[in-house]
T-cell receptor, first 117, second 114 residues
């Protein structure tokens, strides 16, 4: 069965420090992976995706993510955090082996990132 | 290009009533998905529509229904509202049904059931 785990409910980091938000996934076929960010009282904003190719994917606002097939992980990273990065981050996966799910997108429970000045 | 729009943004209803939420996808997008977001359950998938056909349905009771029109606009309906239906309802659109297509989300409709 398809699933996504975000093992940390909260991540706290000082401004200017690097940040990592962790994500692991489970699919039966090949994964298509996505990161989204949600600011208070807003919808989700797309940050980046991994479909195939280079394991390091660059996205919006200086974020990047590293795909690791052996560890079934897709961690979100940023070299230098900003206070304005504070938000709720969601990892999501689709399975290339569609089966009964017909390519439905599965989300993790989210990680609240707080960047303090 | 205009983003995904959802109306209304806020809604207050009482138990037993029904509600209809509307979603207009990004121009050219033909796939629309709906999600329910609550603090306790997180993001839960409701259903997905493509070309006016429901392609996928989550684990929600039959009180939750939806449809998609020929212009790709979508509505969802919740009948006989319960207190537990209070949530942020998010609509997302994508170009097609390919696995590589990212979804673009609207701002959501905040439903409060009293």
């Amino acid at each position: 069965a398809q699933s996504v785990a975000q093992p940390e409910d909260q991540v706290n980091v000082a401004e200017g420090n690097p940040l990592t938000v962790k994500c692991t996934y489970s699919v039966s076929g090949n994964p298509y992976l996505f990161w989204y960010v949600q600011y208070p009282n807003r919808g989700l904003q797309f940050l980046l995706k991994y479909i195939t190719g280079d394991n390091l994917v660059k996205g919006s606002y200086g974020f990047e993510a590293e795909f690791n097939k052996s560890q079934t992980s897709f961690h979100l990273k940023k070299p230098s955090a900003l206070v304005s990065d504070s938000a709720l981050y969601f990892c999501a996966v689709r399975d290339s082996n569609r089966g009964s799910t017909l390519g439905r997108l599965y989300f993790g429970r989210g990680t609240q990132l707080t960047v303090w000045p | 290009k205009a983003g995904v729009t959802q109306t209304p943004r806020y809604l207050i209803k009482t138990r037993g009533q029904q509600v209809t939420l509307s979603c207009s996808p990004i121009s050219g997008h033909r796939s629309v998905s709906w999600y329910q977001q609550t603090p306790g359950q997180g993001l839960q998938f409701l259903f997905e529509y493509f070309s006016e056909t429901q392609r996928n349905k989550g684990n929600f009771p039959g009180r939750f229904s939806g449809r998609q029109f020929s212009n790709s606009r979508s509505e969802m309906n919740v009948s006989t509202l319960e207190l537990g239906d209070s949530a942020l309802y998010l609509c997302a659109s994508s170009l097609g049904i390919g696995e590589y297509n990212e979804q673009f989300f609207g701002p959501g409709t905040r439903l409060t059931v009293l």
